[in-house]
């Protein structure tokens, strides 16, 4: 499987400097920023420096390394941002689209961290 990668997409230019983001934390690996959209009142993407799609390319392709790395650094956000449940905070939710069913808007891969409120169901319920 190969996977196409859009270098002019609007992660890849804010990981070049070109556009200005307001990072939460970044490692040699990784990068967390808010997102510029916010849906909860901690709203973060967690991003890879390296060119990877979506999970799947990422588990796929990426390092033992900047797996370790990124996932560490999501749970890093998790803390500074006060979500970590147990810990002080309510709790949170991790989520990754990928393609046109997850409907992924940017095709750099990224996992939003959302938390601060109660966040509802999942999905809406769908009548069968
Ligand atoms: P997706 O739908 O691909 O999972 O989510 C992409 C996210 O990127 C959206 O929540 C959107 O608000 C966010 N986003 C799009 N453009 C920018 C930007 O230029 N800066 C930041 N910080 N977030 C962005």
Redesign the pocket.
């Known amino acids: 499987m190969s996977y196409a990668y859009d270098d002019t997409n609007?992660f890849a230019r804010?990981l070049r400097g070109e556009?200005p983001?307001?990072t939460v934390l970044e490692t040699d690996h990784t990068l967390a920023?808010?997102?510029?959209?916010p849906?909860a009142p901690v709203?973060v993407?967690v991003i890879p420096k390296g060119k990877y799609v979506n999970f799947d390319h990422f588990s796929a392709e990426a390092s033992d390394e900047e797996i370790a790395d990124f996932a560490r650094t999501a749970a890093e956000v998790c803390r500074r941002t006060g979500v970590r449940p147990g810990a002080g905070g309510q709790g949170y939710r991790t989520?990754?689209?990928a393609g046109t069913h997850g409907?992924?808007?940017?095709p750099h891969y990224?996992m939003?961290i959302l938390g601060g409120r109660v966040l509802g169901r999942m999905l809406p319920k769908i009548e069968t």
């Open positions: 609007i804010i556009i983001n307001k920023f808010h997102d510029i959209r849906q709203h993407l989520i990754s689209n409907v992924q808007e940017v990224h939003h």
